[in-house]
């Protein structure tokens, strides 16, 4: 029998929408109208109607939308989501307003998108991809995929794909169009989070929608007797169980949800259930991506050690959930150690090659050591790994292919501020 962690609707039938802090650096705030005003910000954590988010000067962050399309903030942008519902037909609505700095669209759907900025609105409701950067001088609105319509006091301009509009923000917005695109620094960071989801997205034939790429990457399915088609981590190993790591956040009228510290934690913890297979460990059973669930969902017998975690009482600010540690850093940044347990966490999106490959070492040794490269690799990631305490394994070098240096970026610390 399926059992919530205490007894709040899996929102059926409501318009509440929620979408998801898919990728999160350096410093990122969010105001999620708690009273409380701007906290910092982590993986994975829920975003709502009316929400504010802010990055520092070392701040980027994404946004995924439940059909996979993403918005990234780059260094010193600021946004708030005056829209996320639904209507009564049923269709989304997301409407988001840029005050300033930098942000990369790429909207694949069909559902309504509004973005604002300066005195300027884009409505979509058809693919594109553009990228607009703001100043309290001049907004440059650049698009490398699709046509965009942007309506302001100067009237209407369809900007095509790789061409560019500028405006005159301390003129009314007067605009001028440029049939080149400038290149902007953090270009590469949006490509490469693009190629990333399209690349592991595909893995997932059960399910599709935000979180389906990190899921392609992070661990694997398979075929359960009586159970159907059940996703798994890779490092998981004995003793692991899905809620280890994470943290209780509140949001008013809903109360205190789970948010996984772990990078892939989005989907399995806001749809289906969480089962434990005699024989397999913990896997992660696939529901309707219909209705979300307040809290993660458990069915079937569980461990005798298994102890629920519960809900904090009487607090709306953020409380830690922590008993981990699995993956530590070596002193050079392109090293880390991945322990059994660690179930991905550290692991920084596309940095390293084969996870399955290197899922069967960890499970022999226990600890492997792996070169990683800078995050997202999605094209063609290379790393190397071995067994500590002993020498490369030859299956390892030739299956996953050559060293190659470089920071693992953010995501040698993918709890993001947990811990």
Known sequence: MACAFYALPALAGSQA???????????????????????????NLPVMQGAQLRTGGNGRVEIEFEDGSTMRLGPNTAVDFSALGLTDAGQKISEVNLSEGLAYVNWIGSDDFTFNFSREKVALNHPAHFRLEISSELAKFAVFKGDVVVEGPGGKVTV????????????????????????????????????????????????????????????????????????????????????????????????????????WGWMPYRYGNWMFIPGNGWMWQPGALTTWNVLPRTAGALPATFRTPVAPVGTVKTVVVGKGGPVFSSPSPSQMVVRNGSAGMGIARGSLGNLKSLNHEVAK????????????????????????GGPPSSASSSSIGHTSSGSSGSGGHASGGHH
């Open 160 to 263: 095509t794909k790789k061409q560019m509009a500028e405006f005159n923000v301390s003129d009314e917005d007067q605009f001028t169009l440029a049939k080149a695109i400038d290149v902007a620094p953090l270009d590469s960071w949006d490509r490469e989070s693009i190629q990333y989801h399209d690349q592991y997205a595909r893995n997932n034939s059960p399910v599709n929608g935000y979180g389906a790429s990190d899921l392609g990457y992070y661990g694997n399915y398979t075929s359960v007797p009586g159970y159907g088609m059940m996703w798994q981590p890779f490092f998981t190993g004995v003793g692991w169980n899905p809620f280890m790591d994470g943290a209780w956040s509140w949001y008013p009228g809903f109360g205190s949800m789970f948010v996984s510290a772990y990078p």
């Open 17 to 43: 929408r929620i979408v998801r802090l898919s990728d999160v650096q350096g410093s990122v705030q969010i105001d999620k109208n708690t009273g409380l005003g701007f906290e910092n910000a982590f993986l």
């Open 365 to 388: 040794s226990g600890s492997v050591e792996v070169h990683s490269t800078p995050q997202f690799a999605a094209s063609a990631p290379s790393s190397s790994f071995a067994a500590i």
